[in-house]
């Protein structure tokens, strides 16, 4: 009888200490402010606002690799300044879905100047007849309108250009009208590319434009390549009108020899400026376009600025992907700050 009234007495003892161990487990406060893993937003979903135009001159492309030189001109100059390697993102998309992502080891950028800090440049300038017919536009800062000749906002814009030239920096001047002129030949000499620029700035009649540009690849090919960041800078208010090369010619002569092709186009009344943003676009070089002749200085500073702080990147990737998704599946390459996309580069495989 005493060892039942002992056991039922342990019983009761055990059940009150599980009792007592429920009651404080269960009046435990709990606290909502516990830190939990923030969700990471994929960059490639977020828009991207177009800050850079962007586009590549590529040196090498190979299945599971791809090489070049990455151009970015801004809408306002201030913002490409602390832009980094580590800014660049890449990632391959079949349609929106991302297949494959690059990792560090992938995909390599540097600043091209610290390879290549010489520039060459082939200025290739329209000075033909309708460059030098008398222009209306309107004065914000006089609130009137004002007439101007734009052969002269040119000549001022590109003497602007060399300004900024460094000491190893060298350029040719290439004028045409219904055909160019011979070149001024290579020169470091920022004062004589100045002069040779306003001189003899007649009217020369129609426009050669595509025969003066595969002259200015021409003579670029002599340039060293491993030594300068070449590049033909073609402007024109209008479009080809003389027998010659084709835009294809153009492309595919600039593409082989790793010589993009920057223009910057007057869209005068008569302009069009389709076929020359084309050759710029698929050459590896960039396009700008304006119906203001007043704006030319801000343009060629824009592509100077874009020349001089220039990308080389180097992509890899399975080269199996390149088998199986050719044609279908395309490469992206973003700038990214922040929570912002300020660029984005597309090609296929």
Known sequence: MKKKFFWVIILIIIIVIIILFLLKFCNTPKFTNVTTEIEQVDPFKIQNTAEFMINLSTS???????????????????????????NFIANIFIEDSSIYKLGTKDLFVNASSTTKSKIATSLVLDFSGSMYMLYTINDYNQGVNVEIIPINELISAVQNFISFFKAEDIAEIIKFGSDYDPSSGFSNDKSFLSEFVSQNSFNRGSTALYNSIMYAINNMKQIDKNTFIRSVIAFADGQNNQPGYTTDELINEAIINNIPIFSVCFESVEGDCKALEEISLNSGGLSIVSSDPQSLKDLYNKINYSIRNSYYVKISYPQEIFNKYKGTAKMKIRIIKGSKVLGEYVRYL
């Open 60 to 86: 090498s492309v190979e299945p599971g690799r791809i090489e070049g030189t990455l151009f970015i001109v801004p809408n306002n100059l201030d913002s490409i300044t602390d832009i980094k390697p580590e």
